[in-house]
């Protein structure tokens, strides 16, 4: 079962949560201790400190580094990865970059700034000094450099043999494919595949994947990566693209034994049945049938669920539970044939939702969907 525990999660935090629960019901520490992990997703209280032992070495929560109080190589490092957080947007990506280019000699201040600028020629001269290097933690997010690579969305000139290159350097040195870390304590794993196929619920331009995905992912998992990578399949679950998923058969996700992640986690990540059951359900509930066709060839169970059909809506106007149109949907997806047609069936275009109270355009802003935003300017009355 996954845990269900908060960002962040404080095992002091939780120790006083038992002696409240003691307290107030009158039962046994061990008790109440034993309520606490259950309620949690564990099986027990040991199981539980396990887990939050494990985080406090692996957890990392980006927005609460201070990048302002960071060096100049930390701060390039910071800005130009993926921090899954709503700070994620090119304009910081190609701040990184002007950084790097009025100061080329960032990446020679350490290894971290050299992966982070996929800089082949640097890690080299890091890794000749000091091999070890290539799988040591540091940086402002305390990141094998790797990692840094594998989230780096940094717009530097460099092809994609160079970026490849540099991968192999680290890998060569004895850089784990595997490594990662555990974003805000958060159970599942965000691995270094994880940040090469990239996406995630902030959408493609905001979380993109990484320039050189698929080539990158490939080399990993022929490297040793392994293709059962609950985080990266969550994360690009959400459109109906599959090539993250024909490339992770490919590589034996249907039958891979454990990751070292589960063996080290353990009860904490969800199962494979409940990762499997989760992807299949969101596959039949969006239409994806595509996707549900290609997870029965590989033997997944997609039984007991019901492909819905797109169609267009009846009323273009219509409003779901969070008080959002199909034209906001349409623009947060940059969907420019449907943005069209929804616009087109008399889709209102200052139609503010009820959570933000912002419109299609601003929704398309925001996701950086500028197709999609420039078609709605010029149908936006002012």
């Known amino acids: 079962m996954a845990s269900s525990l908060p960002d962040n999660p404080s095992l002091d935090r939780l120790r006083a949560a038992a002696r409240d629960l003691q307290r107030e019901s009158g039962t046994a520490l061990h008790a109440a201790q034993l309520a606490v992990a259950r309620g949690y997703g564990f099986t027990g209280w040991p199981a539980l400190v396990r887990y939050l032992h494990a985080v406090r070495d692996l957890a990392v929560d980006p927005t609460r ?16 990865t993926l921090h899954y957080d709503d700070t994620d947007a090119p304009p910081r990506w190609q701040a990184a970059a002007d950084v790097l280019q009025s100061d080329p000699t960032l990446v020679d201040r350490h290894v971290w700034a050299a992966a982070t600028a996929h800089d082949p020629r640097a890690l080299g001269r890091h890794l000749a000094s000091r ?7 540091g940086g402002p997010f305390g990141w094998t450099p790797l990692t840094y690579l594998a989230y780096s969305r940094v717009p530097v000139d460099r092809g994609e043999d160079e970026v ?16 990662g870390y555990l974003w805000r304590g958060m159970s599942t794993p965000f691995t270094v595949l994880t940040g090469v196929f990239g996406e995630g619920e902030q959408g493609p331009r905001r979380q993109p994947r990484h320039r ?18 609950q ?10 693209d599959d090539s993250h998923l024909h490339l992770l058969f490919t590589h034996g996700l249907a039958d891979a034994g454990p990751s070292p992640w589960e063996r080290r986690l353990g009860e904490a990540m969800e199962t494979r049945p409940q990762m499997w059951r989760r992807q299949v359900r969101w596959a039949a509930e969006h239409g994806f049938a595509d996707r549900l066709a290609l997870f029965a ?3 997944i169970d997609v039984s007991g669920v019901d492909l819905v059909t797109p169609r267009f809506p009846d009323d273009p106007n219509a409003r779901d539970d969070d008080g959002v149109t199909p034209l906001h949907h349409a623009a947060w997806d940059g969907d420019l044939d449907l943005v069209g047609a929804l616009l087109d069936a008399g889709a209102d275009p200052s139609a503010v939702d009820a ?5 299609p355009l601003q929704w398309a802003e925001h996701a950086y969907q500028d197709e999609a935003a420039d078609l709605l300017r010029t149908r936006t009355t002012t």
């Open 355 to 359: 959570r933000f109270g912002t419109t």
């Open 231 to 240: 985080q990266t399949l969550y994360n690009r679950m959400f459109r109906p």
């Open 212 to 229: 050189c995905a698929t080539a990158l992912a490939d080399l990993l998992l022929r490297r040793g990566a392994h293709p059962a990578d």
């Open 164 to 179: 490849l290159a540099a991968a192999g350097l680290l890998l060569d040195a004895g850089a784990d494919a595997d490594a």
């Open 297 to 299: 060839r590989h033997g």
């Open 65 to 80: 580094v201070d990048e302002d109080g960071l060096d100049a190589a930390d701060r390039f490092c910071a800005a130009g």
């Open 131 to 137: 091999p070890g290097l290539a799988d040591e933690r």
